[in-house]
């Protein structure tokens, strides 16, 4: 807070109302010292941080200049699905730029993308409307991107937007700012905050100052005084002293609450304090220390007791431990053996089931030999069980070879039915072949009868077609159809020349009619064109008249100016005069500012001393005062003995001689002081007059340049006029010669019309001619290709006659073929039914002996499963045998375990019996008994010491806080104080903050009226008006040459755009020259959208002059939206937009109009 503070000290230096710095530097001081004080010392926390409730902003103080400043430059604008746009960029330039292009093809929405690409959403200022309106109808995301520099550096600021398919509303979905080419904000709340940063303006400020919206002109006029007080103390940014106005007010309640709140707390703390001394807690402190020493005596005492007890008492517990050690391990051994036993037990009784296991499988091998002794009765096979696998093994094979024997014989049977049946197939397509043969034989004797009659048809048709033709090749006098297309071929080319000859008779119609449009187009144009240049010139007479008049009225203005700037130097004269200081020197501000640098620094010398002296005599009196006292009882105030009155008398005498001299210099420092405050004023006041005398020197410069730039444009309007007069003499002999020339033409053009009439009837003759021509040789081709086919399909008839009779001579063969097939067939097939009956007796034969080999086979089968399961059972007796000499074994084993464990018991039981158990546990008791009486008494002990403890804690914590109320107490009276101190020096600057605020909205409002005048008079043209003016209430008041007012809404369309647009530029030149931000530098470009909607012409090129002006005075870019062609023509740059009618997607292009050139002087 400290550093702030001292920091915002740092800034006062440059303020222009040193009286108002020096009021405000002191209250400062004050606070910055009283703060120093507290540091290092506990605070309260308060309600409303005191930075916050301090946060003063002397940068509002700004120094007046009419000079020139570093703009903002537009350098380019990126434009993605906005309004009628789908993807557009365009560069600007310094100077004018003008867009131009018809009602509703995008201008507007150009400027609005510059706007949105700064404030994003917060652009979108229209009641009821959103970003997603702004959004293309055929894209789902818009994006308004600018390139501009500002202060030296190149920023790049972005904002895209995209529309949600569920919602259809639309949010921000990337924003970012970067600068020389570095990110360095991201998101539209960081992004947004950095342009307001970067620009000194929000989107309402922006609106206000340099961007003039469409229908949005005369928003200044017509707000209410209230509302236009609003709009432009924002734009200079006073409506912030306001703001810490109600600050400082809030924070004087907020300190007035804090140091009630103190009080009331300081007034608890002291009679809480009273409180806890009533009963004298030291004395208390003391007496329970000396009980405690005492208890803590008789605590050792018990616990050493404890301490012998409780080893008698673990000894004999040893002791019956070990006796309970010895009873345990034969309870184990005990139960071990009985755990023994019944193992042995376990082990026989699986014995014994295992003999029964082994008997059922004995019975299971006799049963199983004798049904194989049965089995073996109905085969005659010898020693079957020894060969028992082989002999299955040969059955089997045996089997299995009858078997394929009877499926070998079935399948012979099978094939031979089959072939069978392909014979008496066989019949029954004999026979129908035999009957389809016949059918086709007579088939083809009926075609050959049809085909000889066809013949004689054909052959008399050919004789006809020859006569015709032949009929047509006379006519024509060709021999042959060959001839007659030659003839045909001579016709189409003689046709197709006379065509050539009458187009090409016809173009040249078309082209001299062509040319003498052309002719009569010029003419047209070079007639308007000197209609055009006769309005001009009379224009430009008008406007000469005007410059000669303006340059009269700027003369006088500069003699006028001159003459106040004289006198106001010789008052300047005479105010440093009355300080004594040398007028021979140039008196410059710098001058000024040094005396008072110098006088300031004398004011606070005597100011210190002054405090000094104040303060040593304060001290004296308080001496005195005391030293009186002692006077009176009789004590000398220096060695503290009791003295004489003359001893006294003499030592007071001394401080009072000094107090006189104190006194006497103090008056002598006053007197200085006053006189030095005199000379500050006499500065002060200089500086104000020298203020206005820079005034007058700015006006004075600016007419002068005004002048220049009234010379230039007289020049130019001379010469102009010249052209004019040049232009309209070759522009009428350029009508002459077109004239003579278009005369010419009309004569050529009759004559070839008449040619080209001749040449039409000639071709529609001929044309007719080839036609018949054609016609007659497309007939008789026709009939001669019908003809050539005629004589074809004779050919081709007896061709099928001769193939007819020679299939009927094939049919008649295959008859016989079939009929010697039959009877082979009918041979065979007694063949096979023979051969049937032999198979079918052999199959039977087969079928018996298969039937005898399998039930030998299947007998044999179930002796080798037998013997197989008397082999297992005596493998399962021999396992059996095993496991009873395994259980034998276990049995031995527990035996002699039961043995050795009867042994140690035996042993256990007499080492036992040595041991008086009963004896060790009424020892026991008795030692358990004792410790429980010096634990009782031991508690006992501890309860009172306890008691002691917390009565001692309860003391020391009385102590603490008797200690802490006082260095509280103290704290509190301190800050109570403190307080009261701040709140004076807050409400001085609230006081103070009302005055600055009065200072410079006057100053403000002086300003403003001149620049408003200034450049009212340049847009005037035979204006009924002689000057407009602002108040300090900010009405707004125009006032007619006979000195009666007029309230602006009373005047026409075309008065109050031109008032509006007056009132803009001069706030926005106020901004310019440093009112209303922190620096004056990188304001934006000024931007108009239509502002000549109510100007007739003449206003218009006033328009013009105007933002020459602004360029001379260092408008760096001016960006106009406009339908109106001088404004166009009068353009540094101008751009046209044109929107497709059948997409509605607007394009921008730059055009060569504009860059008249104009004797403009270099900004």
């Given at each position: 807070?400290?550093?702030?503070?001292?920091?915002?000290?740092?800034?006062?230096?440059?303020?222009?109302?040193?009286?108002?710095?020096?009021?405000?530097?002191?209250?400062?001081?004050?606070?910055?010292l009283k703060l120093e004080m507290r540091v290092g010392q506990r605070s309260l926390k308060p309600r409303m941080p005191l930075i916050w409730m301090m946060n003063i902003n002397i940068g509002l103080l700004w120094t007046?200049?009419?000079?020139?400043?570093?703009?903002?430059?537009?350098?380019?604008?990126?434009?993605?699905?906005?309004?009628?746009?789908?993807?557009?960029?365009?560069?600007?330039?310094?100077?004018?730029?003008?867009?131009?292009?018809?009602?509703?093809?995008?201008?507007?929405?150009?400027?609005?993308?510059?706007?949105?690409?700064?404030?994003?959403?917060?652009?979108?200022?229209?009641?009821?409307?959103?970003?997603?309106?702004?959004?293309?109808?055929?894209?789902?995301?818009?994006?308004?991107?600018?390139?501009?520099?500002?202060?030296?550096?190149?920023?790049?600021?972005?904002?895209?937007?995209?529309?949600?398919?569920?919602?259809?509303?639309?949010s921000n979905s990337m924003s970012f700012l970067k600068q020389d080419g570095i990110p360095v904000a991201e998101q539209f709340r960081n992004t947004y905050e950095a342009i307001k940063g970067i620009l000194k303006m929000?989107?309402?400020?922006?609106?206000?100052?340099?961007?003039?919206?469409?229908?949005?002109?005369?928003?200044?006029?017509?707000?209410?005084?209230?509302?236009?007080?609003?709009?432009?103390?924002?734009?200079?940014?006073?409506?912030?002293?306001?703001?810490?106005?109600?600050?400082?007010?809030?924070?004087?309640?907020?300190?007035?609450?804090?140091?009630?709140?103190?009080?009331?707390?300081?007034?608890?703390?002291?009679?809480?304090?009273?409180?806890?001394?009533?009963?004298?807690?030291?004395?208390?402190?003391?007496?329970?220390?000396?009980?405690?020493?005492?208890?803590?005596?008789?605590?050792?005492?018990?616990?050493?007791?404890?301490?012998?007890?409780?080893?008698?008492?673990?000894?004999?517990?040893?002791?019956?431990?070990?006796?309970?050690?010895?009873?345990?391990?034969?309870?184990?051994?005990?139960?071990?053996?009985?755990?023994?036993?019944?193992?042995?037990?376990?082990?026989?009784?699986?014995?014994?089931?295992?003999?029964?296991?082994?008997?059922?499988?004995?019975?299971?091998?006799?049963?199983?030999?004798?049904?194989?002794?049965?089995?073996?009765?109905?085969?005659?096979?010898?020693?079957?069980?020894?060969?028992?696998?082989?002999?299955?093994?040969?059955?089997?094979?045996?089997?299995?070879?009858?078997?394929?024997?009877?499926?070998?014989?079935?399948?012979?049977?099978?094939?031979?039915?089959?072939?069978?049946?392909?014979?008496?197939?066989?019949?029954?397509?004999?026979?129908?072949?035999?009957?389809?043969?016949?059918?086709?034989?007579?088939?083809?004797?009926?075609?050959?009868?049809?085909?000889?009659?066809?013949?004689?048809?054909?052959?008399?048709?050919?004789?006809?077609?020859?006569?015709?033709?032949?009929?047509?090749?006379?006519?024509?006098?060709?021999?042959?159809?060959?001839?007659?297309?030659?003839?045909?071929?001579?016709?189409?080319?003689?046709?197709?020349?006379?065509?050539?000859?009458?187009?090409?008779?016809?173009?040249?119609?078309?082209?001299?009619?062509?040319?003498?449009?052309?002719?009569?187009?010029?003419?047209?144009?070079?007639?308007?064109?000197?209609?055009?240049?006769?309005?001009?010139?009379?224009?430009?007479?008008?406007?000469?008249?005007?410059?000669?008049?303006?340059?009269?009225?700027?003369?006088?203005?500069?003699?006028?100016?001159?003459?106040?700037?004289?006198?106001?130097?010789?008052?300047?004269?005479?105010?440093?005069?009355?300080?004594?200081?040398?007028?021979?020197?140039?008196?410059?501000?710098?001058?000024?500012?040094?005396?008072?640098?110098?006088?300031?620094?004398?004011?606070?010398?005597?100011?210190?001393?002054?405090?000094?002296?104040?303060?040593?005599?304060?001290?004296?009196?308080?001496?005195?005062?005391?030293?009186?006292?002692?006077?009176?009882?009789?004590?000398?105030?220096?060695?503290?003995?009791?003295?004489?009155?003359?001893?006294?008398?003499?030592?007071?005498?001394?401080?009072?001689?000094?107090?006189?001299?104190?006194?006497?210099?103090?008056?002598?420092?006053?007197?200085?002081?006053?006189?030095?405050?005199?000379?500050?004023?006499?500065?002060?006041?200089?500086?104000?007059?020298?203020?206005?005398?820079?005034?007058?020197?700015?006006?004075?410069?600016?007419?002068?340049?005004?002048?220049?730039?009234?010379?230039?444009?007289?020049?130019?309007?001379?010469?102009?006029?010249?052209?004019?007069?040049?232009?309209?003499?070759?522009?009428?002999?350029?009508?002459?010669?077109?004239?003579?020339?278009?005369?010419?033409?009309?004569?050529?053009?009759?004559?070839?019309?008449?040619?080209?009439?001749?040449?039409?009837?000639?071709?529609?003759?001929?044309?007719?001619?080839?036609?018949?021509?054609?016609?007659?040789?497309?007939?008789?081709?026709?009939?001669?290709?019908?003809?050539?086919?005629?004589?074809?399909?004779?050919?081709?008839?007896?061709?099928?006659?001769?193939?007819?009779?020679?299939?009927?001579?094939?049919?008649?063969?295959?008859?016989?073929?079939?009929?010697?097939?039959?009877?082979?067939?009918?041979?065979?097939?007694?063949?096979?039914?023979?051969?049937?009956?032999?198979?079918?007796?052999?199959?039977?034969?087969?079928?018996?002996?298969?039937?005898?080999?399998?039930?030998?086979?299947?007998?044999?089968?179930?002796?080798?499963?037998?013997?197989?399961?008397?082999?297992?059972?005596?493998?399962?007796?021999?396992?059996?045998?095993?496991?009873?000499?395994?259980?034998?074994?276990?049995?031995?084993?527990?035996?002699?375990?039961?043995?050795?464990?009867?042994?140690?018991?035996?042993?256990?039981?007499?080492?036992?019996?040595?041991?008086?158990?009963?004896?060790?546990?009424?020892?026991?008791?008795?030692?358990?008994?004792?410790?429980?009486?010096?634990?009782?008494?031991?508690?006992?002990?501890?309860?009172?010491?306890?008691?002691?403890?917390?009565?001692?804690?309860?003391?020391?914590?009385?102590?603490?806080?008797?200690?802490?109320?006082?260095?509280?107490?103290?704290?509190?009276?301190?800050?109570?104080?403190?307080?009261?101190?701040?709140?004076?020096?807050?409400?001085?600057?609230?006081?103070?903050?009302?005055?600055?605020?009065?200072?410079?909205?006057?100053?403000?409002?002086?300003?403003?009226?001149?620049?408003?005048?200034?450049?009212?008079?340049?847009?005037?043209?035979?204006?009924?008006?002689?000057?407009?003016?602002?108040?300090?209430?900010?009405?707004?008041?125009?006032?007619?040459?006979?000195?009666?007012?007029?309230?602006?809404?009373?005047?026409?369309?075309?008065?109050?755009?031109?008032?509006?647009?007056?009132?803009?530029?001069?706030?926005?030149?106020?901004?310019?020259?440093?009112?209303?931000?922190?620096?004056?530098?990188?304001?934006?470009?000024?931007?108009?959208?239509?502002?000549?909607?109510?100007?007739?012409?003449?206003?218009?090129?006033?328009?013009?002059?105007?933002?020459?002006?602004m360029k001379i005075i260092g408008v760096g870019q001016v960006i106009v939206v406009s339908h109106d062609e001088t404004l166009i023509d009068a353009a540094d740059q101008v751009y046209r937009v044109q929107k497709d009618?059948?997409?509605?997607?607007?394009?921008?292009?730059?055009?060569?109009?504009?860059?008249?050139?104009?004797?403009?002087?270099?900004?």
């Amino acid at each position: 807070m400290l550093i702030l503070i001292r920091l915002m000290l740092t800034h006062v230096v440059a303020e222009h109302r040193m009286q108002i710095v020096m009021k405000m530097t002191l209250i400062l001081q004050i606070i910055l010292l009283k703060l120093e004080m507290r540091v290092g010392q506990r605070s309260l926390k308060p309600r409303m941080p005191l930075i916050w409730m301090m946060n003063i902003n002397i940068g509002l103080l700004w120094t007046i200049s009419d000079r020139g400043w570093d703009y903002m430059k537009i350098e380019k604008l990126r434009i993605n699905g906005i309004r009628s746009y789908l993807q557009q960029s365009i560069t600007f330039e310094d100077g004018v730029t003008v867009i131009a292009g018809p009602n509703g093809s995008g201008k507007s929405s150009m400027l609005e993308s510059i706007f949105i690409a700064l404030y994003g959403s917060n652009a979108i200022v229209d009641p009821g409307q959103k970003i997603v309106d702004l959004i293309n109808n055929d894209s789902n995301h818009s994006r308004a991107a600018l390139t501009f520099n500002h202060l030296g550096s190149e920023y790049e600021i972005s904002n895209e937007y995209r529309i949600n398919s569920r919602t259809r509303n639309a949010s921000n979905s990337m924003s970012f700012l970067k600068q020389d080419g570095i990110p360095v904000a991201e998101q539209f709340r960081n992004t947004y905050e950095a342009i307001k940063g970067i620009l000194k303006m929000d989107e309402h400020a922006f609106r206000n100052c340099v961007y003039i919206r469409q229908g949005e002109i005369d928003i200044l006029i017509n707000a209410s005084p209230q509302e236009r007080q609003r709009m432009i103390d924002d734009l200079l940014q006073i409506g912030r002293l306001e703001e810490y106005a109600n600050r400082s007010r809030s924070a004087l309640t907020s300190i007035n609450r804090m140091g009630n709140n103190v009080k009331s707390l300081l007034d608890d703390k002291k009679s809480n304090l009273q409180t806890l001394n009533e009963n004298d807690p030291q004395l208390q402190m003391n007496e329970l220390l000396t009980k405690e020493k005492a208890i803590k005596a008789k605590i050792g005492d018990i616990n050493k007791k404890k301490d012998t007890v409780n080893e008698r008492i673990i000894e004999t517990d040893n002791k019956i431990k070990e006796y309970e050690s010895i009873n345990s391990d034969i309870q184990n051994l005990v139960s071990k053996n009985n755990g023994l036993t019944n193992l042995k037990k376990d082990h026989s009784g699986k014995i014994s089931q295992i003999n029964e296991s082994i008997k059922e499988k004995y019975q299971k091998i006799d049963e199983k030999k004798t049904e194989i002794a049965d089995l073996k009765k109905d085969i005659d096979i010898e020693d079957i069980e020894t060969n028992i696998d082989e002999v299955v093994s040969d059955l089997e094979a045996k089997t299995n070879r009858m078997s394929n024997d009877v499926t070998r014989i079935e399948g012979d049977i099978s094939t031979k039915k089959t072939i069978s049946k392909s014979i008496n197939d066989g019949f029954k397509r004999n026979e129908d072949t035999e009957k389809k043969t016949n059918e086709n034989i007579s088939a083809l004797n009926k075609q050959i009868e049809g085909d000889t009659k066809d013949i004689i048809d054909r052959e008399a048709d050919i004789t006809n077609d020859q006569e015709s033709i032949q009929k047509i090749l006379d006519s024509y006098k060709a021999s042959t159809i060959d001839d007659f297309q030659a003839v045909v071929k001579k016709l189409d080319i003689d046709v197709q020349d006379k065509l050539e000859l009458k187009t090409q008779t016809e173009k040249e119609v078309n082209t001299i009619e062509a040319d003498i449009h052309g002719y009569n187009i010029q003419i047209e144009t070079i007639e308007e064109s000197i209609t055009k240049e006769n309005e001009k010139k009379v224009s430009d007479k008008a406007r000469l008249v005007t410059v000669n008049r303006d340059i009269e009225s700027t003369n006088k203005k500069i003699t006028e100016l001159k003459e106040q700037c004289l006198l106001v130097k010789n008052e300047i004269e005479a105010h440093i005069l009355k300080i004594g200081r040398n007028t021979s020197k140039e008196i410059t501000k710098d001058y000024l500012k040094e005396i008072q640098k110098d006088l300031n620094k004398k004011q606070r010398d005597l100011c210190t001393s002054e405090s000094k002296y104040t303060s040593n005599i304060a001290s004296i009196n308080e001496q005195i005062e005391k030293d009186n006292e002692l006077c009176e009882q009789g004590i000398c105030p220096t060695c503290r003995q009791k003295v004489d009155a003359s001893h006294i008398q003499h030592g007071i005498d001394e401080r009072v001689s000094k107090r006189k001299e104190y006194e006497a210099k103090l008056i002598e420092v006053r007197n200085n002081l006053h006189e030095i405050e005199q000379h500050i004023g006499e500065v002060v006041t200089a500086l104000d007059v020298i203020d206005n005398l820079y005034t007058i020197k700015s006006k004075i410069e600016t007419s002068a340049q005004m002048l220049d730039l009234y010379g230039s444009q007289k020049q130019s309007i001379e010469e102009s006029i010249r052209s004019i007069e040049t232009n309209i003499i070759s522009l009428n002999e350029q009508k002459t010669r077109l004239i003579k020339d278009s005369s010419i033409f009309n004569e050529q053009l009759q004559q070839k019309k008449a040619d080209a009439l001749n040449h039409d009837k000639e071709y529609q003759q001929l044309k007719n001619e080839l036609t018949t021509a054609r016609n007659s040789l497309a007939s008789s081709t026709s009939m001669d290709g019908t003809i050539k086919l005629k004589k074809s399909e004779i050919e081709g008839l007896k061709k099928n006659i001769g193939k007819a009779r020679k299939d009927i001579n094939g049919f008649e063969k295959d008859l016989r073929d079939l009929d010697k097939e039959a009877k082979e067939l009918n041979s065979q097939l007694n063949e096979i039914n023979a051969d049937i009956k032999e198979l079918n007796a052999s199959l039977e034969d087969a079928n018996k002996l298969y039937t005898q080999t399998k039930v030998v086979y299947d007998s044999v089968k179930k002796i080798q499963k037998m013997l197989r399961d008397i082999a297992d059972l005596n493998n399962g007796i021999q396992l059996d045998n095993t496991q009873i000499g395994t259980h034998n074994a276990n049995i031995k084993n527990c035996e002699s375990q039961i043995l050795e464990n009867s042994e140690r018991i035996q042993k256990l039981k007499q080492k036992i019996g040595e041991i008086d158990i009963k004896s060790l546990e009424d020892k026991k008791d008795k030692f358990e008994q004792v410790w429980d009486i010096l634990v009782k008494n031991l508690d006992a002990v501890n309860a009172e010491n306890n008691e002691v403890q917390k009565n001692i804690g309860t003391i020391q914590e009385k102590l603490k806080t008797i200690k802490k109320l006082d260095k509280e107490i103290t704290y509190l009276d301190r800050k109570l104080k403190y307080l009261n101190s701040i709140a004076k020096d807050i409400e001085t600057l609230r006081n103070t903050y009302t005055i600055v605020r009065s200072e410079l909205r006057s100053k403000n409002i002086n300003t403003l009226n001149k620049y408003i005048n200034e450049m009212f008079s340049l847009m005037s043209i035979d204006s009924a008006y002689s000057h407009i003016l602002l108040d300090n209430d900010y009405n707004m008041t125009v006032y007619k040459k006979d000195g009666n007012p007029l309230d602006p809404k009373q005047l026409s369309g075309g008065e109050r755009a031109i008032l509006n647009i007056v009132f803009r530029c001069a706030i926005y030149r106020l901004l310019a020259v440093g009112f209303g931000s922190e620096s004056s530098q990188g304001l934006p470009p000024i931007i108009f959208d239509e502002p000549t909607v109510f100007l007739d012409t003449d206003h218009v090129r006033q328009l013009i002059q105007l933002l020459d002006t602004m360029k001379i005075i260092g408008v760096g870019q001016v960006i106009v939206v406009s339908h109106d062609e001088t404004l166009i023509d009068a353009a540094d740059q101008v751009y046209r937009v044109q929107k497709d009618s059948s997409t509605n997607i607007s394009r921008i292009y730059r055009t060569s109009e504009g860059n008249i050139k104009r004797a403009l002087p270099s900004a």
